[in-house]
Nanobody
Framework: QVQLVESGGGSVQAGGSLRLSCAAS????????LAWFRQAPGKEREFVAG????????NYADSVKGRFTISRDYAKNTVYLQMDGLKPEDTAVYYC?????????????????WGQGTQVTVSS
């Protein structure tokens, strides 16, 4: 079992920045990769960014490339999502997810563990 707890959400104006954190506990060695997803009201949950736990390899959705950065602190078992240049369309609940299998997958059904989510609101 892997437990995930997100923090760092909030409200900002367009162009601002936020950093989300995802603290992992439990059998984190069983996590092959961790990812951030987001879900806006009335929309499906979508992949934002992912990172392979052991190697640090990263992958991003096209909509956030160049603005968001995913990173991990191996010693703290924590994954971060630095969000810069925020836009109103980034408004959503952001979720951290962990996957036992290899690789970074954009399909949320491929992930085994989920955090409770943290709200990000960007005003224009």
């Amino acid at each position: 079992q892997v437990q995930l707890v997100e923090s760092g959400g909030g409200s900002v104006q367009a162009g601002g920045s936020l950093r989300l954190s995802c603290a992992a506990s439990g059998r984190t060695v069983s996590a092959g990769s961790l990812a951030w997803f987001r879900q806006a009201p009335g929309k499906e949950r979508e992949f934002v960014a992912g990172i392979i736990w052991s190697t640090g390899y990263r992958n991003y959705a096209d909509s956030v490339k160049g603005r968001f950065t995913i990173s991990r602190d191996y010693a703290k078992n924590t994954v971060y999502l630095q969000m810069d240049g925020l836009k109103p369309e980034d408004t959503a609940v952001y979720y951290c997810a962990a996957r036992r299998g290899p690789g970074i997958v954009h399909d949320p059904l491929a992930y085994d563990y989920w955090g409770q989510g943290t709200q990000v609101t960007v005003s224009s």
